[in-house]
């Protein structure tokens, strides 16, 4: 008994000992991630600079090479640094691509299980902004984009999924006539929860609709009425939420709705 007794309590501590060492080994990981992180935000390190290698970081914060490749693991998943490998490789700092975390941040917001109404809500308030910064900041190659999408869904009229597409697009292409890329990847990432893939509930008269409304957004904000632009935005969208939250309500329809 007193046998069975003492290898336990020595695979007990050995098991402990071993978790105690993983936990640690974590916090320090982490504590490397926060200081890079917070170097990052304070401006003391910038695009391109080098942060080190694998033996760098080891050496810099005294802890194992196995920690310091788990920090740069984690940091490269954050997308903080770029990693090269071989001579001359090593951890730099990333130039930024918001756009590749927008998919990100959708699918967290469908897993915790956003409704309808709490997206469209967030999308209302990104779109009225962004139609109005596009009123004031549209640069002519931004109207141009924005005449080219209409004369494209006029002509994909007979083909509703299409014209969901390009509806889509138009909506991304006033948000990014802001030129504030902050409001561009919001919206990004709500459409990737919100617009819908097809379109089943759509109609011809709907998509005609759609058009004349999208034609004087462009015309005002290539007037520079700033104020004009958000109110006919503000309500475009509120129509298209309406029609979402409707639809979402119903499990037959979910999924499907149109702008």
């Known amino acids: 008994m007193r046998h069975r007794v003492a290898n336990s309590v020595t695979t007990s501590g050995t ?6 060492f993983a936990g640690r080994s974590s916090s320090l990981s982490a504590q490397i991630v926060a200081d890079v992180r917070d170097a990052l935000f304070a401006k003391r390190l910038k695009p391109g600079d080098f942060v080190g290698t694998e033996k760098d970081l080891a ?11 788990d920090a740069l693991r984690t940091l490269e998943a954050l997308g903080i640094v ?31 299980g956003v409704s309808a109404r709490e997206v469209m809500d967030a999308q209302r308030a990104i779109e009225t902004l962004g139609a109005e910064l596009a009123a004031e900041n549209a640069k002519p190659e931004d109207i141009a984009r ?5 004369r494209d869904a006029e002509a994909a009229m007979d083909d509703l999924d299409e014209f969901t597409r390009l509806s889509r697009d138009f ?4 948000a990014e006539a802001s030129h504030n890329r902050v409001l561009v990847v919001q919206l990004i990432s709500l459409e990737h929860v919100s617009w819908p893939r097809r379109n089943v509930t759509a109609t011809p008269a709907l998509a005609k609709r759609v058009i004349e409304i999208h034609t004087r957004l462009t015309d005002l904000i290539e007037l520079r009425d700033a104020a004009a632009a958000r109110a006919l935005m503000d309500d475009h969208v509120k129509m298209i939420r309406a029609r979402r939250v409707a639809e979402r309500g119903n499990a037959d329809a979910a999924g499907h709705s149109c702008c």
């Open 171 to 174: 909506h991304l292409a006033v």
């Open 82 to 112: 770029e990693i090269r490998m071989g001579k001359g490789g090593g951890a730099r700092i990333a130039n930024g691509n918001p756009r590749l975390f927008a998919e990100a941040l959708a699918v967290q917001l469908d897993l915790t």
């Open 146 to 150: 924005l005449r080219q999408l209409l």
């Open 15 to 20: 098991l402990t000992a071993r978790i105690m």
């Open 59 to 69: 050496a810099r914060f005294g802890v194992s090479r196995i920690v310091a490749r």
